[in-house]
């Protein structure tokens, strides 16, 4: 989905590094997301926001941590990168209904590879 | 807890053929539910949402979902299976504050 924009889209890095991801919106959602993606686990959550002054703890959020920028910019960070957190990572952004439940629209991905 | 099963990690099928993705899900009150489908090196993309009225739901690239509450699943169907159909699917189920995916399953078509 181009209106969700991740970069960069690769990223081989070692053991220790800072690293961030970065996500830009231009669907003017104001719910966006951090999930990573790991083989035979589905997607999981990391993070959530649902405005510009709101952030929250999804399921694995150890070893993360999130800022929100602007309603449109959702930037991912690991502090200090580990082996275990080799991964596909995934935006995703929604709008808010009545039900808050409107469907999200993800990036197309970042690939982290820790080494 | 809220949880959606997916209990076909792998299904193959001919093309031409009619498929169904199977998806169990546990949620304490009325479900919101939705399929994905992820083709290689992209992110995922809705095929369908269901949210409330009617149990069969239509959506994109010729995928329909039918809801059946009392056995808590939301199975996708497509009556003919396409090479282009190749990807991975996954059921999700939406909470009003989070979404809850399942592990997916994989689709292989062959000709």
């Known amino acids: 989905d181009a209106d969700v924009t991740q970069t960069p889209r690769n990223r081989i890095t070692k053991t220790g590094k800072r690293i961030m991801l970065e996500c830009s919106q231009t669907?003017?959602?104001?719910?966006m997301y951090w999930y990573r993606q790991d083989p035979g686990l589905g997607l999981r959550l990391i993070y959530y926001s649902f405005d510009v002054k709101d952030i929250n703890k999804g399921e694995i959020s150890d070893g993360y941590s999130v800022s929100r920028q602007a309603q449109a910019k959702f930037s991912l960070s690991l502090e200090s990168a580990i082996p275990n957190q080799t991964a596909l990572y995934f935006c995703?952004?929604?709008?808010?209904?009545?039900?808050?439940?409107?469907?999200?629209?993800f990036g197309d991905g970042t690939r982290l590879s820790i080494l | 807890a809220q949880s959606v099963t997916q209990p076909d990690i792998h299904i193959t099928v001919s093309e031409g053929a009619s498929l169904e993705l199977r998806c169990n899900y546990s949620?304490?009150?009325?479900?919101?539910l939705f399929w994905y489908v992820q083709s290689p090196g992209q992110g995922l993309q809705l095929l369908l949402k269901y949210f409330s009225g009617d149990t069969l739901v239509q959506g994109i690239k010729g995928f329909e979902a039918e809801f059946k509450r009392s056995q808590s699943s939301f199975n996708l169907r497509k009556p003919s299976v396409h090479w282009s159909d190749a990807a991975e699917y996954f059921c999700a189920v939406g909470t009003g504050n989070q979404f809850y995916f399942g592990t997916g399953t994989s689709l292989t078509v062959i000709p």
């Open positions: 669907k003017g959602h104001d719910r």
């Open positions: 949620y304490g009150a009325t479900p919101y």
């Open positions: 995703a952004t929604s709008a808010q209904g009545l039900s808050g439940n409107q469907p999200q629209h």
